[in-house]
């Protein structure tokens, strides 16, 4: 769930303490430092509603952490219950998807990716289909494509031409902080899919996949 140099943790007086370090070998001791204690492998979307109503009930702090690929290391948190979507790898293809509330005549060619595919997969799934996706790059295609790359805007080096992330999504299923699970588009829940469209990861809800 975690890697070992996001052992670091930085004290309120600025000191970094760091035990573990990129090169550190599995002979190496690390301490718990900003990892969490307590976490949850959450394979499906009612795994994830569980975590945040057991959360809830019990006054925990909720991270969220797919693949870790955040520049201040926000999916982790010492001292938090984390939420670790990485399992959930399901990937689809409908080549006459209708949004939920959408007119019959209102069709989109999309891929569904699990809260846990990352670029590399989705990759593949689409040059199997001989699709185009616009996605992020990072070494081997490690980023989480269904999570908070596109909620942080949804960068790509094809933007200039086929626009951000966001503006490719059509439908996402999400669990709310009341462990509600919503289909949310243009159609329905407007308003909460035109603020998990770059309102940062995690922060309106926790998407279990998106088109």
């Known amino acids: 769930m975690e890697a070992p140099f996001w052992e670091s943790y930085i004290h309120a007086n600025g000191i970094i303490m760091e035990t573990c370090y990129a090169n550190t070998t599995t002979a190496g001791a690390c301490e718990q ?3 969490p204690i307590v976490a949850v492998d959450a394979r499906t979307a009612e795994d994830i509603q569980a975590a945040v109503r057991f959360a809830v009930e019990h006054n925990l702090r909720m991270v969220v952490k797919n693949t870790g690929h955040d520049f201040i290391g926000r999916s982790a948190g010492r001292g938090a219950f ?8 399901n990937i ?9 509330g959408a007119p019959s005549s209102e069709t989109y060619d999309v891929f569904t990716l699990g809260a846990g595919v990352q670029w590399s997969e989705a990759y593949t799934a689409a040059e199997a289909r001989e699709h185009l996706l616009l996605g992020g790059i990072s070494y081997g295609g490690s980023v989480g ?7 942080g805007g949804g960068h ?11 503006d490719n ?12 699970r919503l289909m949310v588009n243009a159609y329905q829940h407007a308003d909460l899919f035109w603020a998990l469209r770059g309102g940062g990861g995690s922060t309106y809800g926790i998407v279990t996949s998106s088109l």
């Open 92 to 100: 689809s293809y409908d080549a006459v998807f209708v949004p939920d």
């Open 33 to 35: 430092g900003n990892v």
């Open 169 to 180: 999504v059509v439908q996402m299923t999400v669990v709310t902080s009341a462990g509600d």
């Open 82 to 89: 984390m939420i670790w979507t990485h399992n959930m790898k």
């Open 145 to 151: 494509a269904a999570g908070g790359w596109f909620q």
């Open 156 to 166: 790509s080096a094809l933007s200039p031409v086929y626009g951000l992330g966001v």
